[in-house]
């Protein structure tokens, strides 16, 4: 345009419009370059998603594989039953010291059979290739069935957590130098009794629904109490947080007249929303702990504390769901002869109830995976090993929840714990995928075009 | 009586009284529903919301109030000799300890109640007693303790009496008097709706009620630290280094420091990509591209902030001292490497970018979306190209937006706690190097309230002060950046 202008009139043109210059040239390179800088943006945050996700699922996926050892225990009854009598009391005085040389001495008859050459000769050199769980495990077996003592039953007992580590490829020959927890020696056995399918890797259900283990123990670490101290959060967050912020989310939207009062609730809520959460955690420890005595590291108290973090984001999505009821839903009512308060929870709830559901799962996504509240009122530090003694007990008792007890791995010495920690978000995540896929099938199975 | 039961009592009470008010009312219209005022239910739900209502509220306000009255009341009575060399929360939680022992002990049959009540310490071991029905004692009980323990247990079990007969006459009250006031006349209808309207002001005003929580729960711990500890050295001071033992510095300038450095490398990370991935979203994509790239960036939002923590400590630490570190390719640059361990500012402010970029995303998106189509079409009719179109239109257009957007996202970098904590490292040091640990004001907060510290002290106390802090500066941020925001959206409805 601005050449013919230069040209001046009724000059034809003296080059062709398909014949770009130097400037126009530079224009369109300037506008492929910023198109470009646009995917790469996007290209850069699709890729650290990606490489987040692998991250977590190649790091994660063994914590489902766990080693085990299978092996023929002799139950000794001149050691465990040193009366003879069966009596259970009198077998409750064998304690698992006790157990611990009957094992090791079974797995080394077990070696000697498998035809190993090792130089290892003594039981006691068995005592890093098992778990120190495994004692214990045998010795509730005895408990329970006193008839098995004097018998040989075959156990499927745990390997250590350096044996796991080193089947799975973590623990290398040359970095154990000064490792006390495993010898070289020792690692050539466990390749020899793995050929021998002595030592074999099976699934980890004690992962998904076990109890957390000591330091020491990281083999036998699982998440399963802390699940249930989530679950038991969640109850809290969904009895308290819906009716609440259904009831305000009515209230803001329908019957609060325009005065400073209803002024002053909006202020607050759309403050609390961007508050950080870990403030939240200062006020239930002021608030719930040190001022109204509720037990520390109870689900009952982190519940609440993330109710009143969750209000917020329930509020908005439900007033939102409200707002997009058509208001001749409420003037046909109206019309019909009900009262306001009739047509909102006879008519514009039921309505609305789809989209109430799906910010109200949100939400309770969100604080699913909340963690920085519950490190202040004491949901860390804590080995949650005892599932609570029925239903009620549950809400009271200390337990931790998933995602404090995946931050309570990643602070663990022992790298064994790491994994854990993967595997943990891995669960954490099909939760938190769940409910959100829940929330969108919620979406489209019944959302409404007016 | 256990509260439990009385809840369960009391809302025996009420369905009861549905029930009757609607007999009631029925039967003083002759069974004819036509001649009521209100349909028979409302005068069911009138008795029962009389009956109920009255009472939970006054069995919630007696649970709070109770074991304050109750701890002032004893704590008055404490002598001085048992506060030396402790304070009175401590004293306070054994006195507790102890009464709390003793009712076990009933309740399991260890002692008699007569027993209990009249214990004498010269003949008793009271700490072999209540330890043999799982109550461990630190120390022997001391003669004042267990008299406190004893006033303790006594105005406890009449308080909870009292508030048995009370709450429970309460709700007979209330069952009466709706239940005298139900005729066929009476406005059942009416009673209820607005029974039900203060239960929503109720619920709405948990809002105010939380705000107020937090800033109460803020402000009174910590003008009880700067009671114990000079208001100008936390503000101005420039060395942290805490101690239990006394003798605490605690200076928040090297965590503000921390803070704002690891932001403002989150926000270096997360502005560029996510403005320039809101502006491609927006005016370039496809509407199936955008339909696919869109959730999966958010995404990034929806994972819980202990993932991000975990992939700072374990991958992006590691990662970066690989390249950084004494052992890196740029070791030679500098003298033995800029990177000493895999936590630093980096670190963590990368990951908490990465956070930050759909958040950023979002928001612009929504702005430049906000911006009125005539705009773009002028710029088009004048000859622009599209990126000219954006860059000097629509960008300028939208600023005041994404400035907002961008104050939102420094809020939530400041507040973030998870990542900071495992990523960030745990030294408090002013530095420039961003390969350096630093640490940061919710680390600290972290680090002060977790753990066996007593409440009282100025190095657990200092954890409310950085939380008000943190509050302030967060709220501050956010305000303006509404105000910014709502004030741009003005120009264009």
Redesign the interface.
């Known amino acids: 345009?601005s050449d013919a202008t230069q040209h001046g009139a009724g000059q034809p043109a003296t080059r062709s419009l398909h014949h770009l210059d130097a400037r126009t040239k530079r224009?369109?390179a300037?506008?492929k370059?910023?198109?470009a800088?646009?995917?790469?943006?996007?290209g850069?945050?699709?890729a650290?998603?990606v490489i987040?996700l692998v991250?977590?699922v190649s790091?994660g996926a063994t914590a489902f594989q766990q080693t085990f050892v299978e092996v023929p225990v002799y139950l000794d009854a001149a050691k465990l039953d040193k009366k003879g009598n069966r009596d259970p009391e009198d077998l409750k005085k064998a304690t698992t010291f006790t157990y611990k040389p009957l094992i090791e001495k079974a797995l080394l008859d077990a070696v000697e059979k498998s035809g190993a050459t090792t130089d290892l000769a003594k039981a006691k050199d068995m005592k890093n290739l098992i778990s120190a769980s495994a004692a214990s495990q045998v010795r509730d077996a005895v408990l329970a069935d006193p008839s098995l003592i004097g018998t040989t039953v075959d156990f499927k007992i745990l390997a250590s957590s350096r044996v796991d580590s080193y089947l799975k490829g973590r623990v290398h020959r040359d970095e154990i130098a000064k490792d006390k927890n495993i010898t070289v020696a020792q690692l050539d056995l466990v390749d020899q009794l793995r050929d021998a399918g002595i030592i074999h890797k099976g699934f980890n259900w004690a992962f998904i629904f076990g109890a957390d283990a000591s330091d020491s123990r990281a083999e036998q670490a699982g998440i399963g109490i802390s699940m249930l101290g989530s679950f038991y959060m969640m109850l809290v967050v969904l009895v308290l947080a819906l009716?609440?912020?259904v009831?305000?989310s009515?209230?803001?939207e329908e019957?609060?007249p325009k005065n400073r009062f209803t002024d002053?609730?909006e202020v607050?809520?759309?403050?609390?929303a961007?508050?950080?959460?870990?403030?939240?955690g200062?006020?239930g420890?002021?608030?719930f702990i040190?001022?109204?005595?509720l037990p520390q590291s109870a689900p009952l108290v982190g519940g609440l504390v993330l109710t009143?973090m969750t209000?917020?984001t329930i509020?908005i999505s439900t007033r939102a769901a409200l707002k997009a009821v058509p208001p001749s839903i409420r003037d046909a009512a109206l019309g019909v002869g009900a009262?306001?308060?009739q047509s909102v929870f006879h008519h514009v709830l039921p309505l609305a109830m789809p989209g109430i559901l799906t910010g109200t799962i949100i939400g309770l996504?969100q604080a699913?995976?909340?963690?920085?509240p519950l490190?202040?009122i004491?949901m860390?530090?804590y080995i949650a090993t005892n599932s609570p003694d029925g239903f009620l007990d549950g809400f009271v008792s200390p337990n931790s929840a998933m995602?404090a007890q995946?931050?309570e791995w990643?602070k663990r010495a022992d790298p064994a714990f790491?994994e854990r920690?993967?595997g943990g978000?891995i669960i954490?995540?099909i939760f938190?995928l769940g409910m959100?896929i829940i929330a969108i099938i919620l979406r489209r199975k019944f959302e409404r075009r007016w | 009586m256990p509260v439990l039961w009385i809840v369960v009592i009391v809302v025996v009470l009420a369905v009861v009284g549905f029930v009757m008010g609607r007999m009631r009312a029925l039967h003083s219209a002759g069974e004819d529903r036509r001649s009521l005022h209100s349909l028979p239910n409302y005068y069911g739900f009138n008795v029962a919301m009389f009956t109920a209502v009255p009472a939970l509220l006054l069995l919630l306000v007696w649970m709070v109030a109770q074991p304050l009255i109750v701890n002032t009341r004893v704590s008055a009575e404490i002598p001085e000799a048992l506060l030396d060399g402790s304070n009175m929360s401590l004293v306070m939680s054994d006195v507790r300890r102890v009464a709390d022992g003793l009712d076990t002990a009933i309740a399991q049959g260890a002692l008699s109640a007569r027993q209990a009540a009249n214990i004498d310490l010269q003949t008793t071991d009271l700490r072999e007693v209540l330890g043999s029905v799982g109550v461990a004692l630190g120390s022997s009980v001391d003669p004042a303790t267990l008299n406190a323990a004893q006033t303790y247990r006594g105005m406890t079990s009449t308080g909870d009496l009292a508030m048995t007969v009370l709450v429970l006459l309460a709700a007979i009250a209330g069952f009466a008097f709706a239940y005298l006031r139900t005729n066929k006349d009476f406005r059942a209808r009416n009673t209820v709706e607005k029974g039900v309207r203060v239960l929503l002001i109720a619920a709405a005003s948990i809002a105010i009620l939380t705000t107020i929580g937090i800033v109460l729960s803020l402000v009174f711990n910590t003008i009880e630290f700067f009671r114990l500890y000079p208001i100008t050295d936390f503000f101005f001071g420039t060395t942290w280094s805490p101690s239990f033992g006394g003798g605490s510095e605690l200076g928040i300038l090297p965590l503000l420091w921390g803070t704002l450095y690891i932001s403002l490398v989150a926000l270096l990370v997360a502005v560029p990509i996510g403005l320039f991935a809101a502006v491609y979203l927006s005016e370039y994509a496809t509407k199936s591209v955008r339909g696919v790239v869109k959730p999966l960036l958010e995404v990034l939002a929806g994972i819980p902030t202990i993932v991000y923590g975990l992939f700072a400590l374990l991958t992006v630490g590691p990662f970066l001292l690989s390249i950084f570190g004494a052992n890196g390719p740029t070791a030679a640059m500098a003298d033995g490497g800029w990177m000493h361990a895999g936590t630093a500012v980096m670190t963590a402010g990368l990951v908490m970018g990465i956070m930050l970029i759909p958040f950023v995303s979002s928001l612009s998106d929504d702005i430049i979306n906000a911006v009125p189509q005539s705009l773009r079409d002028g710029s088009y009719g004048l000859g622009a190209t599209k990126s000219e179109t954006i860059k000097q239109v629509i960008l300028p257009a939208a600023l005041p937006g994404i400035v907002g957007a961008v104050l939102l996202a420094t809020s939530r970098a400041i507040g973030e706690t998870m990542i900071v904590v495992l990523g960030a490292g745990a030294a408090a040091r002013l530095s420039m190097n961003p390969f350096d640990a630093m640490t940061t004001v919710t680390a600290k907060i972290v680090s002060q309230l977790t753990g066996d510290a007593d409440f009282a002290s100025p190095e657990a106390l200092v954890a409310f002060a950085l939380g008000m802090t943190l509050f302030v500066l967060t709220l501050g941020l956010n305000i303006f950046a509404l105000y910014i925001v709502r004030k741009y959206r003005e120009q264009y409805e």
């Open positions: 345009m224009r369109n300037s506008e370059r910023f198109k800088l646009g995917i790469g943006a996007i850069i945050g699709l650290f998603l987040l991250t977590i790091n009716p609440i912020g009831a305000a009515i209230y803001l019957f609060a002053l609730i607050n809520i759309s403050n609390l961007a508050v950080p959460s870990i403030v939240f200062i006020l420890l002021a608030v040190q001022f109204a005595h009143l209000l917020p509020i009262s306001k308060m996504a699913l995976g909340e963690t920085a490190l202040l004491g860390v530090g995602p995946i931050y990643a790491y920690a993967w978000i954490l995540l938190l959100n």
